[in-house]
T-cell receptor
């Protein structure tokens, strides 16, 4: 799986958009970008994934650059409950790579 | 719809003993994954089961083993427990590989403490 790089932490004000960056410059053509988050001591929660087009669901939006070497997860209106560690993961969907390789993630702190 | 469930929530064992952790996947999911989250080491992939077979294994010794039952539930066994095995063990499930909806859904975890 391609390696991802995320800053260790960031914060944002409640109600504002949180933009979480991720670099994955070695991503290959069949690899997807996945985002998960983990609230303290709970199991990780799936947020969103994409291949090359921008994606949006009820939780977030995922913006992938045209060269696919980086992406941004956008939480449009952050709340205190969004405080968590966010993991950007690159993986193919099939084959022996059917596992998620978690890095250190980015700790998002939402302040009141 | 019920999510992934794991039991027990907490487990305390003595060094050298065996631990058995259980996981029930989301209905309709046939793949089950196990991960270990030890303090300071992050989430590490342990095992992947699909249709009753072990499909992939992380960099863990053979004393970590498991199985998947015909109803797709799974069991993780850790033999000859060591203090370093103390961790949160997370189970995840997904639809069959190759189909849309590959994303993995995680359970709440089992906190294993080895004394």
């Amino acid at each position: 799986d391609a390696k991802t790089t995320q800053p260790p932490s960031m914060d944002c004000a409640e109600g504002r958009a949180a933009n979480l960056p991720c670099n994955h410059s070695t991503i290959s053509g069949n690899e997807y970008v996945y985002w998960y988050r983990q609230i303290h001591s709970q199991g990780p929660q799936y947020i969103i994934h994409g291949l090359k087009n921008n994606e949006t669901n009820e939780m977030a939006s995922l913006i992938i650059t045209e060269d696919r070497k980086s992406s941004t997860l956008i939480l449009p209106h952050a709340t205190l409950r969004d405080t968590a560690v966010y993991y950007c993961i690159v993986t193919s969907k099939t084959g022996a790579n059917s596992k998620l390789t978690f890095g250190k993630g980015i700790t998002l702190s939402v302040r009141p | 719809e019920a999510g992934v469930t794991q039991s027990p929530t907490h487990l305390i064992k003595t060094r050298g003993q065996q631990a058995t952790l259980r996981c029930s996947p989301i209905s309709g999911h046939t793949s089950v994954y196990w991960y270990q989250q030890a303090l300071g080491l992050g989430l590490q992939f342990l095992l992947w089961y699909d249709e009753g077979e072990e499909r992939n294994r992380g960099n863990f010794p053979p004393r970590f083993s498991g199985r998947q039952f015909p109803n797709y539930s799974s069991e993780l066994n850790v033999n000859a427990l060591e203090l370093e095995d103390s961790a949160l063990y997370l189970c995840a499930s997904s639809l069959a590989q190759g189909l849309q909806g590959y994303e993995q859904y995680f359970g709440p975890g089992t906190r294993l403490t080895v004394t």
